[in-house]
């Protein structure tokens, strides 16, 4: 015969007996709930779901961000206790190391006719709005225009480093100014080139410009020719200096108003191209015009300098392209070029710059077929931009009084040249006793002209 289970199991039993209570305790609530007002019975619901979601709800805190400022303040920081180390050692050269930067997808080639998100305008926008930008920028886009004289620009370039001279060209150097007057190259543009020729006797430089060609482009060159410095400013054939790269099609875009140029000068985009296609086709040395040389770049090649310092690594965080030395044909440049056409973003400050040769460096280590040095910050970027005010001012207190000399020292001794950053120091007077003040007597050719005017 079958046996009961809840007779004999005293758990069921008891669990039964919870049920048949449970049905009791919601019969009486039915009950209670229908002798209450319809409308309190509404303000209950509506006040039980209220705070069910409040109590579910999930608080996210925001992430604090850090300004740039003072990112750039830690990693001068960092430069300064590199110092040390840097400055027992024989050898400015640093390994290169693999930069925070998020990767991104190599590229092997631009396809043709490829429309970029960044920088080619909508094919379906009016033809005001696609030359919108480019009417703000109309001088500038001169300089694009092929002419009689830019046309030339091969001939010249080859005779002017193969001349008549019975000493070749110890070095080749490449200056740009893209700008449609030279109202604004002073003399710490002057003092630049002084620097070039104090430490390279028998280089050859060439500026590239549209606006040398003049009155007054002769006039600031006139005093290097006398000495016998071989100096010349060429007009730019653009079609030449970017045919067989990925610069010609960003550049014929550009021309037909497929590209947006955006609110940052053009003219300093161009030369950010400029510099990389130029010193590809004949390689070289490219420096800023803000740049002071103190030592003999001969025995450099192949070389990009870092600006900052990983704070925690120790590692290079970014590095700049005011000054660049590479071969002929070198194929890292050949990858900062199509970088600038792939990426080409005209409101970005220094995303075609600086940031540009960060992201392509970071990518391209460990691969195959490259072969160049980065050099510590010290070595072309002894200041950062952050604290370029306290070298042009003279010796205060005690404390400043003494880390001018020992700064000088450090520099003189690890520097070969010094970014003066002339976008934040321009303004700045050169004090007398200062540190540019210093480096200024060392390296300047026409020092009585040079200082009186700093």
């Not at 006398?226 to 970017?242: C, K, S």
Request: net charge positive; proline share 6%; glycine share 6%.
């Amino acid at each position: 015969m079958a046996i009961d289970d809840t007779t004999t199991d005293p758990s069921l039993f008891s669990s039964l007996s919870l049920l048949r209570h449970f049905h009791k305790i919601k019969k009486s609530l039915f009950v209670f709930l229908r002798c209450i007002p319809t409308s309190f019975r509404v303000f209950l619901l509506v006040f039980l779901v209220y705070s069910g979601s409040s109590n579910l709800s999930i608080y996210v805190p925001r992430q604090p961000q850090i300004p740039p400022e003072f990112d750039c303040i830690l990693a001068a920081n960092a430069v300064e206790r590199e110092a040390r180390n840097w400055s027992s050692s024989s050898s400015l050269i640093m390994k290169v190391v693999k930069e925070e930067i998020p990767r991104s997808k190599p590229k092997t080639h631009l396809p043709v006719g490829q429309k970029l998100k960044s920088s080619v305008l909508p094919l379906k926008s009016s033809s005001s709005y696609r030359f919108r930008g480019l009417k703000r920028k109309r001088n500038q886009l001169k300089i694009q225009k092929s002419t009689a004289m830019s046309m030339n620009f091969s001939r010249r370039v080859k005779n002017f480093f193969s001349g008549s001279s019975s000493s070749p060209c110890e070095v080749r150097f490449f200056m740009t100014w893209i700008s449609s007057s030279l109202e604004s190259f002073g003399n710490r543009e002057l003092l630049s080139i002084e620097s070039l020729f104090k430490s390279h006797p028998n280089a050859c430089l060439l500026i590239l410009s549209n606006s040398w060609n003049s009155t007054r482009g002769a006039q600031l060159l006139r005093p290097f020719l006398e000495q016998g410095f071989r100096v010349t400013a060429i007009l730019p054939h653009f079609d030449y200096i970017f045919k067989n790269t990925p610069a010609e099609a960003w550049f014929n875009r550009l021309r037909k108003g497929n590209v947006h140029p955006g609110e940052i000068s053009l003219g300093q985009n161009l030369s950010n191209l400029l510099r990389l296609a130029v010193l590809y086709k004949f390689g070289g040395v490219y420096m800023d015009t803000d740049v002071l040389v103190l030592k003999s770049f001969s025995n450099l090649s192949n070389v990009i300098g870092a600006q900052t310092l990983d704070i925690e690594t120790g590692n290079w965080s970014r590095l700049n392209n005011a000054v660049l030395i590479f071969d002929r044909k070198h194929p890292l440049l050949l990858q900062f070029i199509e970088e600038f056409a792939l990426t080409f973003d005209g409101n970005k400050w220094g995303h075609n710059g600086p940031y540009l040769v960060s992201r392509v460096v970071s990518r391209v280590i460990g691969q195959p077929g490259y072969n160049f040095t980065v050099l510590p910050p010290p070595a072309f970027y002894p200041v950062d931009w952050s604290r370029i005010h306290d070298f042009f001012r003279s010796p205060g207190d005690d404390v400043h009084s003494k880390w001018v000399p020992l700064k000088l020292g450090y520099i003189r001794r690890q520097s070969i040249a010094i970014h003066l950053w002339n976008r934040h120091s321009r303004k700045l007077k050169v004090e007398e006793g200062s540190i540019i003040g210093h480096i200024m007597l060392d390296c300047c050719i026409f020092c009585n002209t040079t200082m009186s005017a700093s």
